[in-house]
């Protein structure tokens, strides 16, 4: 079983930064594929970002791509969204999630989830 927290949502204004953190227990962490995905009101959930278990391997949403950037560090167990230049689009509740082995970018194909971070971009 893995345990996932996410942390470092809020309120920011179009073309400035966030950076969402999400914390694993639980299992060994090095063993997980970890991704990012969000939903907006009204909109399916979506995919975000992804990193594989070393994390030299990632994906992204074409939408987020040159702008947002994830990253890992399995010695703390913790994996990062740097978001840069935020629009209205991007705002949603941004959720961490987990897969065992190799790297994914289906929901549907992960086993974990956090509770989810509200992001809110102002114009």
């Known amino acids: 079983q893995v345990q996932l927290v996410e942390s470092g949502g809020g309120l920011v204004q179009a073309g400035g930064s966030l950076r969402l953190s999400c914390a694993a227990s639980?299992?060994?962490?090095?063993?997980?594929?970890m991704g990012w995905f969000r939903q907006a009101p009204g909109k399916e959930r979506e995919f975000v970002a992804a990193i594989d278990r070393s994390g030299g391997n990632t994906y992204y949403a074409e939408s987020v791509k040159g702008r947002f950037t994830i990253s890992r560090d399995n010695a703390k167990n913790t994996v990062s969204l740097q978001m840069n230049s935020l629009n209205f689009e991007d705002t949603a509740v941004y959720y961490c999630a987990s897969k065992f082995g190799a790297i994914v970018v289906a929901a549907t194909r992960y086993d974990y989830w956090g509770q989810g971070t509200q992001v809110t971009v102002s114009s």
């Open positions: 639980g299992r060994t962490f090095s063993g997980y594929c």
